[in-house]
């Protein structure tokens, strides 16, 4: 990730200035971080996993968002844009905003090279602070591997790996089962 300038903003400067960028960036608490591309791996597994999601959140409890949409964390002072996030509905919008929700219950990070130990560090302390957040999804571009972070207590999250296509990740806070091989599926590894 590359920071664009030295000079601190405020979160109304980022706003605006986001308003009419060509590219998206990240807010980190008066830095502005211009986010990386995606590769074909990241963006197919994106859809696919937006596409599971809806397939089995259909109804009127959830609304299944992708990369165009904004998450403010308050506690952090820190907006972004999460691959994949499911947020309860009604869906609770920043104040004065129709493009930045608050309420995400489950997130997914389609890890890259660049961005690995970040989704895995910082920006995963700054979604704890969410209270309404429950379930965090790591997914491998690169390899078939998931991370499952689920929330146990306030301070307390269990984490599971998986690497066999033959398995399956259970989101215990949507209800939703998902088998790797469906996530993975046309999903060249070897590139």
Do not use: C
């Not at 903003?9 to 308003?19: M, V």
């Not at 820190?78 to 920043?94: C, I």
């Amino acid at each position: 990730m590359v920071v664009t300038s030295t000079q601190t903003y405020t979160a109304a400067d980022y706003l605006e200035l986001e308003e009419t960028a060509s590219v998206r960036h990240e807010y980190r608490n008066g830095d502005i971080i211009e986010m990386p591309g995606g590769t074909v791996n990241h963006n197919k597994l994106t859809l696919r996993l937006i596409f599971l999601l809806m397939q089995n959140l259909q109804g009127d409890r959830y609304e299944v968002l992708g990369t165009d949409v904004r998450l403010w964390v308050g506690d952090r002072n820190f907006y972004t844009y999460p691959d994949v996030m499911v947020v309860s509905k009604p869906v609770a919008l920043q104040e004065n905003r129709q493009d930045t929700v608050t309420n995400p219950v489950f997130i997914a990070e389609v890890l890259s090279d660049s961005t690995r130990n970040y989704d895995r560090s910082e920006k995963f302390v700054a979604y704890r602070t969410i209270p309404s957040f429950n379930e965090y999804l790591l997914v491998d571009q690169s390899k078939l591997s998931v991370e499952h972070h689920l929330k146990q207590n306030s301070n307390q999250w269990l984490m599971t790996e998986y690497e066999d296509p033959e398995q399956s990740v259970i989101l215990e806070s949507l209800g939703v089962e998902l088998n790797l091989k469906n996530l993975y599926q046309n999903l060249d590894l070897n590139v």
